[in-house]
C-alpha cells in the first residue's frame, strides 16, 4: 500500500548522492505561535476523540513546533512514546524519522542509525512529497553506517527497491568495494563485474573513487589471468630479470612482463595516463644494444614495490627503470604476497 503523506515544517535529510538532494516545503497549516499553544494541542491529543487524520494533524503541529524550537530532546520523547503507545498508527514511520533525525542533530548517529534501521524493518513506507520515507532511510543509513555488512546490506536493498531513485552504476561500484572492506572477495569480483558491465562504467565520475573503471577492469582481468608471471620473492623476480637481461634474453624478459596492466611510461606520468600500457617486445629494445643494470635494487625501494635501474636501450633515452610490485589480491592466498614486474619507467628518476 502506498500512502501519500503531507507534510509541515520538516526538513528532510541530505543524501550521499548528488541526484537525490531532498528537503520538506512548509504548508499553510497554522504556526503555533506559543508554548500556551503547544499545550492546547497536547490537551486536545489526550482528551479528546480524534481521528487518525485530526491526530495525525495535531501531533505534527507539536512536532514542527519543537522542531522550530530546535528542542531536539522532548520531539524525541513525543514521537518515540507515541509510536510506543499506538503500534497501529500507519504514519509511525513519519514519527520515528523525525527521531532520527533529532538524534543526527545532537549529533547521536549510532541511535540515529537505530531509528533509521527501525522504520525500515516495522513500519510500513509512507511518501513525503513523492519521496519515500524507506528510500530516505537507506540514504542516510548507507552515510552514517560504519559497519561494511550493514552498508552492503543498505546497498542491496537499494538496489532492489529503489532502481529507479539512484545511479545503479555507481551503487555496483560502491557495493563492491564494501564487499572487498567485509572480506567477501567471490562477491566483490562479481559486482565489480556487474559494473564495468553498465552502459557508463567507462565514463562515470565517482567521488572519492577516481579511475573508478580501471580499478574493476584490472581486478577482473587479473583474476581470469594466468599470473604464472609472479614471483614468491622479490629476490627470485629480481634475479630472474637481471639474468635474462645478461643474457639477452628478450623472449625470457616478455615471459616475465606482467601480462595484465603492464605499463611504460616516463616519471611525470602516471598509471592513468591513457598512453602509459603498452605491449612491445623487448627484443626490438634490445638488439644492437649494450644494455646493462644495477646489482641492487635503488635505495628508494620498499617492503611493497621496488625498481631496478637499467641503461644501454637507445641513444635518446638510455635509462630505464623496471618496476617491480607486491601483489595485493587476497582473493588467492597462493598468489598474494608474490611479486610481479609491474611496468617501466623512462629515463633517470625525478
Request: glycine share 2%; hydrophobic share 35%; proline share 3%.
Amino acid at each position: 500500500m502506498k500512502i501519500i503523506l503531507k507534510t509541515v515544517g520538516m526538513f528532510l535529510f541530505l543524501s550521499i548522492f548528488s541526484v537525490t538532494f531532498f528537503s520538506c516545503n512548509k504548508t499553510n497549516t497554522t504556526e503555533l505561535s506559543s508554548q500556551d499553544t503547544f499545550l492546547q494541542y497536547k490537551e486536545a491529543l489526550e482528551t479528546q476523540v480524534l481521528t487518525p487524520e485530526q491526530k495525525y494533524s495535531v501531533l505534527n503541529k507539536m512536532t514542527s513546533f519543537l522542531l522550530d524550537q530546535k528542542n531536539y530532546q522532548d520531539l524525541i520523547i513525543l514521537t518515540t512514546k507515541w509510536v510506543d503507545e499506538n503500534p497501529d498508527d500507519i504514519y509511525n514511520s513519519w514519527w520515528l524519522l523525525q527521531a532520527a533525525h533529532a538524534y543526527l542533530s545532537l549529533n547521536s548517529e549510532p541511535v540515529a542509525e537505530y531509528y533509521f534501521d527501525r522504520i525500515l524493518h516495522t513500519c510500513p513506507d509512507l511518501y513525503v512529497e513523492g519521496k519515500s520515507i524507506h528510500f530516505i532511510c537507506l540514504q542516510n543509513l548507507i552515510q552514517i553506517s560504519k559497519t561494511p555488512s550493514h552498508r552492503i546490506k543498505y546497498f542491496n536493498e537499494l538496489i532492489t527497491r529503489f532502481p529507479q531513485n539512484i545511479n545503479t552504476t555507481e551503487l555496483y561500484l560502491r557495493l563492491a568495494i564494501e564487499y572487498e572492506n567485509d572480506y567477501q572477495w567471490d562477491k566483490a569480483l562479481k559486482t565489480y563485474a556487474l559494473f564495468v558491465q553498465q552502459p557508463d562504467a567507462t565514463t562515470i565520475q565517482i567521488a572519492g573513487v577516481p579511475d573508478a573503471y580501471k580499478k574493476a577492469r584490472q581486478l577482473i582481468d587479473f583474476n581470469s589471468s594466468s599470473k604464472d608471471w609472479t614471483f614468491e620473492t622479490l629476490n627470485g623476480l629480481t634475479k630472474a630479470v637481471q639474468t635474462a637481461i645478461k643474457n639477452y634474453d628478450a623472449w625470457t624478459l616478455d615471459k616475465y612482463k606482467a601480462k595484465v596492466n603492464f605499463f611504460t611510461m616516463s616519471w611525470n606520468k602516471d598509471e592513468n595516463y591513457t598512453d602509459s600500457q603498452d605491449d612491445f617486445s623487448m627484443a626490438n629494445w634490445m638488439y644492437g644494444n649494450s644494455i646493462r643494470f644495477s646489482p641492487t635494487l635503488d635505495e628508494s625501494s620498499s617492503s611493497n614495490e621496488a625498481y631496478l635501474k637499467t641503461w644501454g636501450w637507445n641513444d635518446y633515452v638510455s635509462t630505464w627503470y623496471f618496476y617491480f610490485r607486491k601483489i595485493d589480491f587476497p582473493l588467492n592466498p597462493e598468489i598474494n604476497g608474490n611479486w610481479e614486474w609491474a611496468g617501466i619507467y623512462i629515463g633517470n628518476k625525478l
